[in-house]
């Protein structure tokens, strides 16, 4: 009877194992099958192993390291793991029970010693790219600040080659090519990241102190990017793209901003730019557009958390609220009727409500800030981008007007 039950364990075990091994086949050809689908995605406009700089470089170099070493530990281990089971496993005629053993001094001080090694390859290379890139991060060409606004970015750029630019944007950096940025981040509401993957790692914006970064993008085109630090309801739709010109095309959008959007509420319009209308006062109390009057509203680390991005050349975007919907006019018109509709949570639905615009004040307002562009229309920025698309990946569809 005994004996039975034992052949009856050894059969069941023999199944479990055939059965394992199945399972483990099934989810690795649908891993495969999933992994392939990815590949042949070809829009990935966050992909971190395409590096367009040399800071990216670096990381790529080190992501390198890790990879290969992680798959010899990986295939290591497996074929350990299959010559055990095989090897050990338990004889179809069960005969008396293996000895016992327990611990052995050799192979722990063995296991103890390899993954010190590997971790210490890993580690210095780590440690002095990292002060590398601190050290990079001194001093260049041109300042940016950036500061993580909840949820977009203000981005000011300050000194360039001995001037100050003055310029304001919102969720757009342009840098000129080959040329090194220091970008300094700040905040004065929450902890955000800033990270466009193929120019630079990862860097924390913390309020009350200042993070330093260094970009010198090697390539021309539009790069990605997107907070990575989680900032409250809508950290998800706190994107921004990063353009790379050439230099030439850099200071003709520097100059293009630095003129700015003139057309006041008491100011005739000139040619080409509708006159703003009356109701574009509420606006100025929260926004810029540079060139017009009463254009002071607070920027930077002392405005409100009601201030607003810049509206200069607000028609050449291609997005509102930081990337969340596509620039047009009747997305604009769905954010001004009720902006909370949108993005919830956002600072502006706290001063515009359903209803506080008239329906005609809202068409009104949209055809003004459509028509902010510049003077020769907005920039085709040259260069052949590196990566697909033109427009952010994954923008929301048309909000339909009075949802
Ligand atoms: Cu800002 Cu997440």
Sequence with gaps: MKRRIHERVGQTRRRGLTGRVLTLGTISVLAMLVLSACGAEDVKPYTTISPASPNADDIQSLYKLVFWLALVVFIGVQLVIV????????PKDEGP???QIHGNKRLEILWTIIPAVILLVLLIPTISTLFHQAAEAKSGDLTIDVYGKQWWWEIHYGDAKGQNLGVITANEVHLPVDQK???RLHSNNVIHSFWVPQLAGKLDVIPGHVNTMSITPRDLGNFYGECAEFCGTQHAWMRFKVVVQPENDFYTW???WRTGNP???NQAA???IAKAPPSFAICLSCHRVNGMENSAAPVGIDAPATAGPNLTNFGCRDTLAAGMLLNNKQNVEA???DPASVKAGNWMATVIKKGTLSEQEVEQLATYLESLKPKGGCMTYSGQPVNKPAAYPAASPAATPGT
């Design 83 to 90: 010559y055990s089971a095989l090897k050990f496993r338990k």
């Design 97 to 99: 029970r293996p000895p």
């Design 181 to 183: 940025a220091i970008i």
């Design 254 to 256: 520097v100059n293009d």
């Design 263 to 265: 057309g006041t509420t």
């Design 270 to 272: 000139p040619a080409g």
């Design 335 to 337: 954010w001004l009727r």
